[in-house]
């Protein structure tokens, strides 16, 4: 039988060519082709300034160590997100703060983040959540009143737009992530997409072991650097990502008619301010009570599926590190517990799409709930 994956990184003989190109060239780590990239990324998100990384923690934790957080700061950070929007907080030895989520974006909304401010509290990060935008507006009135920075683990959400502006200029930074599952890769890779001149130039010296000129240390630094094979895959995957973004929300469309007559499905819901969806997941929410049991029998019939990630605060390390309970966060772990996510690719067949849509409709016709 064969297996639908869950995600399905669409990568062609282009991004081969172009890899290979650069490895005849000679020169394969950070050069014109990163700064090529860079300027694509830039020109797309319509942002001044673009600064490869590595990969998306890399561009996070460069992000903290060029807001200088220490072992002195607290940094607020959404319980329902990726482990590295944590991991970055816990680098820097700062005192890490959860936020719950909000019961239908499943975002950190403005009233959490209120709420969890404290007088040492030197740094806010939200995450859009599964490529869905946070309501930026909201959140940046916290900043202006509270005096604060607001950054964006945007690392699910390029391509998606806020008010009809695409992802990257609404706060003074976000961050992106090319893993292979996302809606453009370079396999690996991150990026930080900023207007401020003084950030970005100091991101570029972070990212290069703290470095002015050559073997001129002024910061401590570190090896946050993008090679050139990476970067030109990166090029030819930004020709693609309209097609890819517009491709998947048709997907999610589809989806989205046929499983709302479901009646013990729960489809994503999408505020107002979000004009276009990345749809890095799409993510429906069934009772726990037979969660798994969707999840096992998708399986058999073919199809992978993902359950999201864990809340920050249910996370082993976390656990026995703070002691957390998971009554810390209840929206993000009642969130997590229904969480399924289903196969959406640039590339998905239309009969992949039906049979998916047809074995969780026999799954709840057979009476499995």
């Not at 940046?140 to 737009?161: H, V």
């Not at 030109?232 to 929300?249: A, L, R, Y």
């Amino acid at each position: 039988m064969k297996i639908i994956p869950v995600a399905n990184p669409n990568i062609g003989i282009n991004e081969a060519k172009a890899a290979y190109k650069v490895i005849k060239s000679g020169w394969v780590s950070m050069g014109k082709k990163v700064e090529e990239f860079e300027k694509k990324i830039a020109k797309f998100t319509n942002t001044k300034y673009a600064i490869a990384m590595n990969n998306g923690t890399s561009a996070l934790d460069a992000l903290l160590s060029a807001f200088n957080i220490t072992n002195k700061d607290e940094v607020l950070v959404p319980s329902l997100t990726y482990v590295s929007t944590a991991n970055v907080v816990m680098y820097k030895n700062a005192k890490i703060r959860l936020c719950d989520s909000d019961n239908k974006t499943f975002n950190t909304n403005k009233d959490f983040l209120e709420k969890s401010i404290t007088n040492k509290t030197k740094l806010i990060i939200v995450t859009d959540m599964k490529g869905m935008p946070v309501d930026y507006d909201l959140i940046k009135k916290i900043s202006s009143k509270r005096r604060i920075p607001i950054i964006a683990d945007s690392a699910e959400s390029l391509g998606a737009s806020y008010k009809n502006k695409l992802i990257g200029s609404q706060l003074i930074a976000h961050s992106f992530s090319f893993f292979a599952n996302k809606n453009i890769t370079t396999a690996e890779g991150g990026m930080v997409v900023t207007n401020n001149k003084k950030l970005y130039e100091k991101l570029k010296i972070i990212r290069n072991q703290g470095q002015i000129g050559r073997y001129n240390h002024v910061l401590l630094g570190n090896n946050f650097r993008m090679t050139d094979i990476m970067a030109s895959i990166g090029i030819e995957q930004v020709k693609k990502i309209k097609k890819i973004t517009t491709e998947k929300n048709k997907i999610a469309n589809f989806y989205n008619k046929e499983l709302s007559k479901i009646y013990q499905i729960q489809i994503p819901y999408i505020p107002k301010y979000v004009t276009q969806h990345s749809w890095y997941n799409y993510s429906i929410k069934v009772d726990e009570k037979f969660r798994n049991k969707l999840v096992k029998y998708l399986k058999k019939n073919g199809i992978e599926t993902r359950l999201s990630f864990p809340p920050i605060h249910i996370q082993p390390y976390y656990v026995k590190k703070f002691k957390y309970k998971k009554n810390l966060c209840p929206n993000a772990y009642k969130a997590y517990l229904k969480f399924i996510d289903l196969p959406i690719w640039f590339g998905l067949k239309k009969s992949s799409q039906i049979k998916i849509i047809n074995v969780i409709k026999s799954f709840f016709r057979n009476g499995n709930c």
